[in-house]
């Protein structure tokens, strides 16, 4: 994400990560903007890694490119990681969605509030649940 409210959106989310006092976090330099995939945050807790793209928005719905979904498992697969989708809607907790929850059918995916809901999950869901 190249704009201030992604990046601020990023260290939000690591900050959540570090004040788990048990995960690690941090932002890759560059993300989107290499040759290579990867992703916009990797975090990590005793051998679990996590591969994260995060999404911010101020509407109500949020679009993924369908190479940034693919780059983001390609980067996974090859790093032992599992692929992650993180979204925040204004005033709303962020959440996290599988890449296999969504459709990669045309060349733009488009996230709403409420498939977020539906299909994601919650920070400490993914947090104490691995």
């Given at each position: 994400m190249?704009?201030?409210k992604g990046a601020n959106a990023e260290?939000?989310?690591?900050h959540l990560f570090w004040n788990t006092g048990t995960w690690t976090a941090c932002r890759v330099a560059g993300s989107g903007s290499m040759k290579y995939p990867s992703p916009?945050?990797?975090?990590n807790k005793d051998?679990?890694?996590?591969?994260?793209?995060?999404?911010?928005t101020a509407g109500n719905n949020q679009y993924l490119e369908k190479r940034e979904v693919e780059e983001l498992v390609a980067y996974a697969q090859r790093a032992g990681a599992?692929?992650?989708?993180?979204?925040?809607?204004d005033r709303k907790p962020w959440r996290f969605l599988n890449p296999d929850d969504l459709d990669l059918k045309t060349a733009s995916v488009g996230i709403n509030q409420e498939l977020a809901e539906l299909r994601g999950i919650t920070f400490e869901e993914l947090t104490k649940g691995l």
């Open positions: 190249g704009n201030p260290r939000q989310l690591i916009d945050i990797i975090a051998g679990i890694n996590l591969a994260i793209e995060c999404k911010a599992r692929p992650i989708i993180a979204v925040r809607f």
